[in-house]
């Protein structure tokens, strides 16, 4: 059962293009949401993060969008850079009272590609 | 300066064995985890410590046994290693429970022959 999903595992994106990476979640328990990026033989690295209480949350080239009644978000990179080149998780954790508490549940990856 | 460590970062083993990875981070948070993700590429949490006291024990094997000496050490022991194990593990550290980003140790490659 796969509560959090990213469908698109691959993503090819031209330098100083816009990146959109998509996740979508089931759990309405829900409630604080973020992205990570990882290159090979590293541990994931913290990007941006959102709580449910907001629509969108912006740093510097990052924003990411919720959208609750869809229960779906989104990443943008503007512009996107080469070293953008990545892997991206997206993460939820839930609220008090729910399975998912004090854990983080993953999607399962996108693969960025940004070239030259 | 690393701020969350985990040794060795690549292990090899034969089935059977027993082994242990260590973890330490230096940020003074409360809270530690151990992921693991598996040959698809999923991340999965398995256990999770707050102040030395285990708080998430996923469905995991009894054979992958948590020690948290202290706040700033999370190692994670397994017995009688099954070819299924072979996985990246991942620890991580974050300042509380929840609503806040959790923090990545480089991961230890298992590979049990």
Redesign the interface.
């Known amino acids: 059962d796969q509560q959090v999903k990213q469908n698109s595992p691959s993503l090819s994106v031209q330098e100083g293009r816009i990146s959109i990476l998509n996740c979508d979640y089931t759990n309405s328990m829900f409630d604080y949401f973020l992205w990570y990026k990882k290159y090979p033989a590293e541990g994931p690295t913290f990007l941006i993060s959102i709580s449910s209480i907001k629509d969108k949350n912006e740093d510097g080239r990052f924003t990411v969008f919720l959208n609750k009644s869809a229960k779906h978000l989104s990443l943008h990179i503007v512009p996107s850079q080469p070293g953008d080149s990545a892997v991206y998780f997206c993460a939820a954790s839930a609220k008090a009272g729910g399975t998912s508490y004090g854990k983080l549940t993953f999607g399962q990856g996108t693969i960025l590609t940004v070239h030259p | 300066d690393t701020a969350?460590s985990q040794t060795p970062k690549y292990l090899v083993t034969q089935m059977g064995n027993d082994k242990s990875i260590k973890c330490e981070q230096n940020l003074g948070h409360d809270?530690m985890?151990w992921?693991k993700q598996d040959s698809?590429?999923?991340?999965?949490?398995m256990f999770?410590y707050?102040n030395k006291e285990l708080?998430?024990n996923?469905t995991v094997p009894n054979r992958f046994s948590p020690k948290s000496p202290d706040k700033a050490h999370l190692n994670l022991h397994i017995n009688s290693l099954e070819l299924g194990d072979s996985a990246v593990y991942?620890c991580?550290s974050s300042p509380r429970?929840?609503?806040t980003?959790?923090?990545?140790?480089?991961?230890t490659r298992l590979t049990v022959v």
């Open positions: 969350v809270t985890y992921y698809k590429k999923f991340l999965k949490i999770s707050n708080i998430i996923e991942f991580a429970v929840k609503g980003e959790a923090f990545f140790g480089q991961g």
